[in-house]
Nanobody, 120 residues
Framework: QVQLVESGGGLVQPGGSLRLSCAAS????????MGWYRQAPGKQRELVAT???????NYADSVKGRFTISRDNAKNTVYLEMNSLKPEDTAVYYC??????????????WGQGTQVTVSS
């Protein structure tokens, strides 16, 4: 079983920056895609950004130019650098990873979420 734990959330002012981290643990053999999703009150969970094992990235239109996703394969960790934060970025942010663990079993795991609040 693969566990994902997010960290780095908190309260920031509009225009501020925040860096989220998500570390995966377990008998991981390889991680394919990793991504960040968010869910605001009364809204469905939405994709924020993804990154493949090859480093290809994809961003939601609402965060393009402001957020940067990256990963450290040696640490099984994915990051989300958030700049120029807006109140509408307020949400619980979840990380996701899929890959293989143990003897080669496929996994798709979610973190517990970390709260990001953008307010003055």
């Amino acid at each position: 079983q693969v566990q994902l734990v997010e960290s780095g959330g908190g309260l920031v002012q509009p225009g501020g920056s925040l860096r989220l981290s998500c570390a995966a643990s377990g008998r991981i053999r390889s991680i394919y895609d990793m991504g960040w999703y968010r869910q605001a009150p009364g809204k469905q969970r939405e994709l924020v950004a993804t990154i493949t094992s090859g480093g290809s990235t994809n961003y939601a239109d609402s965060v393009k130019g402001r957020f940067t996703i990256s990963r450290d394969n040696a640490k099984n960790t994915v990051y989300l650098e958030m700049n120029s934060l807006k109140p509408e970025d307020t949400a619980v942010y979840y990380c996701n990873a899929d890959g293989r663990y143990g003897s080669g079993f496929r996994f798709n795991s979610w973190g517990q979420g970390t709260q990001v609040t953008v307010s003055s």
